[in-house]
């Protein structure tokens, strides 16, 4: 069976409740713990259905927003999974206050009460109205960046395609495809300025409906972060500007050097070589197939699992008209099957996807064959990212297949752009942290604290007078800041992790390799840092951990001839 195939059927809330309610009473009168294991897996059973309708639903969805009919399918579960979820936080509390707490642990982990109470603790019935409206805020949001349709010298351009021609050899081109990028954004930026704000104030609601301050605490429990707080974010990011930073700048001015302008401006930064960045040397059908040569060669599990995806048309890589912006892996319960959705636009990003969302993907096939439990299937976000970016580097030894003689510019780019991308990462954490520290900001408010965290972490980056971005309005590109409150500091927190495999696999690849299938294999049976400690990782939040993560890095980009 082929995704296509794939059977969609319209969620059954009332008879998800009512299957519930019957296993919550059984935990409740249980005399006897048989009685509420079977309880907890009968739910993982009727939770996997559940997921595999909203998955699928929400996946056909993306690949058209203008699709009548998943279009209304997508405005029903985004009005009904706040209900989904109150019903999961009935059967959670049941387990939280079972009398069989001791069994529970010995059979499904302590990390399973874990998540368990914080379902709980993260919820109110006064919320479901708020996560309503924030999901049709969301759509929205993901609609009006969709709707990119930009004339770009003859060409009918989205934002990714227009993101291409911003790696053109032509400067002028480069800052042509600038202007129609920003231009989008600040023809909607009134749009935009009032969804977020929407958002901000809906988001502050429920953190106080809970009893905080502000939304930040719940934002935290939202992401499952049960093992660190935001204080120790604020440690880890200021190490990321005492020792990132500076670097950056110095990779920037010498990038400068290399092409051949007196200053880098931000159509620039995509632009690594005088003569073209790597670009990809065949088609989608091509890159696939060196992805295939790729991973049976990585090694036989991986080998499998891509052939599983290809003959199950499970990669969605083309960008087509009404398809949503982005990428991203998901996963699909009853079919046991991950799932890539992205938009290939002909440059070296079209080979991180097969890296990248190929990690994650990769990591659920190897999760959801050791982990019976949906709820251990993934982690939090700050490991599932570290599956992701550290197969691109496992994947660095075969970029012959993908760039010919280019695969060396490849390496040198990508190793400095998941550098360069650390100190923005923190930025868009600080920023969101503040903005829910202070959610009655205005808008150009907004947009000013942004400038200023540019200065603080993009020291080097100039807009060359482009007005919308100088005053503070390019993180309104960025959709996670929509859709995914504090979904950002993973990235960065992930990305040392990933720096240390890239350091081990110059030690001993087959030891690292043997570390990152043992952190897939876990998925999110165990919280962050222990799933660190299972992994041989260091404590991204322990001073010096970021200056020896990044350490083989810096050595390889100073010893480059690129």
Same mark, same amino acid.
């Not at 991180?352 to 190897?366: N, P």
């Not at 020291?459 to 005053?471: I, K, L, S, V």
């Not at 503070?472 to 040392?496: C, E, R, V």
């Given at each position: 069976?082929?995704?296509?195939?794939?059977?969609?059927?319209? *969620?059954?809330?009332?008879?998800?409740?009512?299957?519930?309610?019957?296993?919550?009473?059984?935990?409740?009168?249980?005399?006897?713990?048989?009685?509420?294991?079977?309880?907890?897996?009968?739910?993982?059973?009727?939770?996997?259905?559940?997921?595999?309708?909203?998955?699928?639903?929400?996946?056909?969805?993306?690949?058209?927003?203008?699709?009548?009919?998943?279009?209304?399918?997508?405005?029903?579960?985004?009005?009904?999974?706040? !209900?989904?979820? =109150?019903?999961?936080?009935?059967?959670?509390?049941?387990?939280?206050?079972?009398?069989?707490?001791?069994?529970?642990? /010995?059979?499904?982990?302590?990390?399973?009460?874990?998540?368990?109470?914080?379902?709980?603790?993260?919820?109110?019935?006064?919320?479901?109205?708020?996560?309503?409206?924030?999901?049709?805020?969301?759509?929205? @949001?993901?609609?009006?960046?969709?709707?990119?349709?930009?004339?770009?010298?003859?060409?009918?351009?989205?934002?990714?395609?227009?993101?291409?021609?911003?790696?053109?050899?032509?400067?002028?081109?480069? /800052?042509?495809?600038?202007? /129609?990028?920003?231009?989008?954004?600040?023809?909607?930026?009134?749009?935009?300025?009032?969804? @977020?704000?929407?958002?901000?104030?809906?988001?502050?609601?429920?953190?106080?409906?809970?009893?905080?301050?502000?939304?930040?605490? !719940?934002?935290?429990?939202?992401?499952?972060?049960?093992?660190?707080? *935001?204080?120790?974010?604020?440690? +880890?990011?200021?190490?990321?500007?005492?020792?990132?930073?500076?670097?950056?700048?110095?990779?920037?001015?010498?990038?400068?050097?290399?092409?051949?302008?007196?200053? !880098?401006?931000?159509?620039?930064?995509?632009?690594?070589?005088?003569?073209?960045?790597?670009?990809?040397?065949?088609?989608?059908?091509?890159?696939?197939?060196?992805?295939?040569?790729?991973?049976?060669?990585?090694? =036989?599990?991986?080998?499998?699992?891509?052939? @599983?995806?290809?003959?199950?048309?499970?990669?969605?890589?083309?960008?087509?008209?009404?398809?949503?912006?982005?990428?991203?892996?998901?996963?699909?319960?009853?079919?046991?099957?991950?799932?890539?959705?992205?938009?290939?636009?002909?440059?070296?990003?079209?080979?991180?996807?097969?890296?990248?969302?190929?990690?994650?993907?990769?990591?659920?096939?190897?999760?959801?064959?050791?982990?019976?439990? @949906?709820?251990?299937?993934?982690?939090?976000?700050?490991?599932?990212?570290?599956?992701?970016?550290?197969?691109?580097?496992?994947?660095?030894?075969?970029?012959?297949?993908?760039?010919?003689?280019?695969?060396?510019?490849?390496?040198?780019?990508?190793?400095?752009?998941?550098?360069?991308?650390?100190?923005?990462?923190?930025?868009?954490?600080?920023?969101?942290? /503040?903005?829910?520290?202070?959610?009655?900001?205005?808008?150009?408010?907004?947009?000013?604290?942004?400038?200023?965290?540019?200065?603080?972490?993009? *020291?080097?980056?100039? +807009?060359?007078?482009?007005?919308?971005?100088?005053?503070?309005?390019?993180?309104?590109?960025?959709?996670?800041? +929509?859709?995914?409150?504090?979904?950002?500091?993973?990235?960065?927190?992930?990305?040392?992790?990933?720096?240390?495999?890239?350091?081990?696999?110059?030690?001993?690849?087959?030891?690292?390799?043997?570390?990152?299938?043992?952190?897939?294999?876990?998925?999110?049976?165990?919280?962050?840092?222990?799933?660190?400690?299972?992994?041989?990782?260091?404590? *991204?939040?322990?001073?010096?951990?970021?200056?020896?993560?990044?350490?083989?890095?810096?050595?390889?980009?100073?010893?480059?001839?690129?």
């Amino acid at each position: 069976m082929v995704f296509s195939e794939f059977e969609y059927k319209r *969620p059954n809330i009332k008879d998800f409740s009512d299957k519930v309610d019957v296993l919550v009473a059984k935990i409740n009168n249980a005399k006897a713990f048989d009685e509420v294991k079977d309880a907890i897996y009968e739910m993982n059973k009727i939770t996997k259905a559940m997921m595999t309708d909203l998955e699928i639903g929400g996946i056909r969805y993306t690949l058209n927003t203008n699709d009548e009919f998943y279009a209304q399918e997508q405005d029903f579960i985004d009005e009904n999974a706040p !209900l989904i979820d =109150e019903i999961g936080v009935r059967f959670a509390k049941a387990v939280v206050d079972s009398k069989f707490q001791e069994e529970i642990s /010995k059979e499904f982990g302590k990390q399973y009460i874990r998540l368990s109470k914080n379902t709980v603790d993260r919820f109110a019935p006064e919320l479901i109205p708020f996560k309503q409206e924030e999901n049709k805020l969301s759509s929205e @949001y993901q609609k009006l960046v969709a709707s990119c349709n930009v004339d770009f010298n003859g060409e009918k351009c989205n934002i990714y395609g227009l993101l291409k021609h911003m790696q053109d050899p032509d400067r002028s081109i480069r /800052k042509l495809a600038f202007e /129609k990028w920003a231009g989008f954004f600040a023809e909607n930026e009134e749009k935009l300025d009032e969804i @977020y704000d929407k958002l901000v104030h809906l988001r502050d609601k429920m953190g106080k409906a809970l009893g905080f301050e502000n939304f930040v605490p !719940l934002g935290y429990m939202n992401m499952g972060r049960l093992d660190y707080t *935001p204080e120790q974010v604020g440690v +880890f990011r200021e190490q990321v500007r005492k020792y990132i930073v500076p670097v950056c700048a110095e990779l920037r001015e010498r990038q400068a050097k290399k092409i051949g302008v007196d200053k !880098l401006k931000y159509y620039d930064e995509g632009f690594m070589y005088t003569d073209g960045n790597a670009m990809p040397i065949g088609d989608r059908e091509f890159l696939v197939g060196c992805a295939q040569k790729m991973y049976n060669e990585l090694s =036989e599990d991986t080998g499998k699992f891509f052939k @599983y995806m290809v003959d199950t048309q499970l990669l969605e890589l083309d960008t087509k008209p009404g398809k949503a912006v982005g990428g991203y892996c998901t996963f699909i319960p009853d079919y046991n099957s991950p799932f890539i959705f992205s938009n290939f636009n002909g440059t070296s990003a079209d080979v991180d996807v097969l890296t990248h969302e190929a990690g994650h993907a990769f990591m659920s096939y190897c999760s959801a064959r050791h982990n019976e439990l @949906y709820d251990y299937l993934f982690s939090t976000n700050e490991v599932n990212e570290i599956h992701s970016m550290s197969m691109e580097f496992f994947a660095h030894p075969w970029m012959e297949l993908f760039f010919g003689d280019a695969a060396d510019k490849y390496r040198y780019a990508h190793t400095a752009d998941s550098l360069e991308f650390v100190p923005y990462g923190v930025c868009v954490d600080e920023f969101q942290e /503040k903005v829910y520290s202070n959610p009655d900001l205005t808008p150009k408010q907004r947009k000013e604290l942004w400038h200023e965290l540019e200065q603080k972490y993009l *020291p080097t980056r100039d +807009f060359d007078g482009n007005e919308f971005m100088e005053n503070g309005g390019f993180w309104q590109k960025q959709s996670h800041i +929509f859709l995914n409150p504090f979904y950002y500091i993973d990235y960065t927190l992930a990305s040392m992790g990933a720096f240390e495999f890239y350091g081990k696999m110059k030690k001993d690849r087959n030891s690292a390799w043997t570390d990152y299938v043992n952190l897939c294999n876990a998925g999110g049976s165990l919280p962050y840092l222990e799933l660190l400690s299972l992994a041989n990782l260091s404590n *991204p939040f322990e001073e010096g951990s970021v200056e020896k993560a990044i350490s083989s890095l810096v050595e390889d980009l100073n010893n480059s001839d690129y």
